[in-house]
């Protein structure tokens, strides 16, 4: 059974800042991870989308890579803005097409 | 935005009764995957409509069942609400293979009294 966790759960930075979000998965066979933002109560938004064939994809001031063999991903958000405050979650596609989240890292970013 | 719409936005139900929950998928998307969210958590698999057809489910009992019909759009159905059943529902619209990734609703906010 695929388990996807993330740290840290929560981080607070000064504006300015450059942060690593880390997301880890036990199981290695996914066809791709989604990197996605949720506000408080809201749905959420896809970020960045890497297929399993892929090292990295960039979106602006966010980058993210795939390392499939270690079963690790990290977001970079450079010079995070207090815009930036929301919950980061990232989830990992089977074949199936079902997806499954890490626990979320809830980011504030302080002006 | 994604174009996918969900309804309704909120809603109170007393524990016992039955929710329907609504989901229009993005054009073009033939494949509705729906999700629970419970508070500070991450979303939880309830199950996947392809061709009108479930088409994988995670681990809920069957007092969670759900419909799609020709257009696509999907419903989640859930009976005999429990008290646990609160959290923010969320419906994702892919193609089968969801090489595109998976695009979300805005979700529901089911409050069970």
């Known amino acids: 059974k695929q388990e996807v966790t993330q740290i840290p759960a929560a981080l607070s930075v000064p504006e300015g800042e450059n942060l690593v979000l880390n997301c880890s998965f036990t199981d290695s066979a996914i066809y791709n991870l989604q990197w996605f933002r949720q506000d408080p109560g809201k749905g959420l938004t896809s970020l960045l989308l890497?297929?399993?064939?892929?090292r990295e994809q960039t979106s602006g001031r966010l980058n993210a890579s795939l390392d499939k063999s270690s079963g690790r991903s990290t977001l970079y958000i450079a010079a995070s803005q207090p815009g930036d405050s929301a919950t980061y979650l990232c989830?990992?596609?089977?074949?199936?097409?079902?997806?499954?989240f890490g626990g979320g890292t809830r980011l504030m970013v302080k002006p | 935005e994604t174009g996918v719409t969900q309804s309704p936005t909120h809603l109170i139900k007393t524990r016992g009764q039955q929710v329907t929950l609504r989901c229009s998928s993005q054009?073009?998307?033939?494949?509705v995957s729906w999700y629970q969210q419970a508070l500070g958590q991450g979303p939880q698999f309830i199950f996947q409509y392809y061709r009108e057809e479930e088409n994988g489910r995670g681990n809920f009992p069957p007092r969670f069942s759900g419909l799609q019909f020709p257009n696509y759009s999907s419903e989640l159905n859930v009976n005999a609400l429990e008290l646990d059943d609160s959290a923010l529902y969320l419906c994702a619209s892919s193609s089968r293979t969801g090489w595109e990734g998976a695009f979300f609703g805005q979700g529901t906010r089911l409050t069970v009294v």
């Open positions: 054009s073009g998307h033939n494949t």
């Open positions: 989830a990992v596609r089977d074949a199936g097409n079902m997806l499954t």
């Open positions: 890497i297929q399993s064939s892929q």
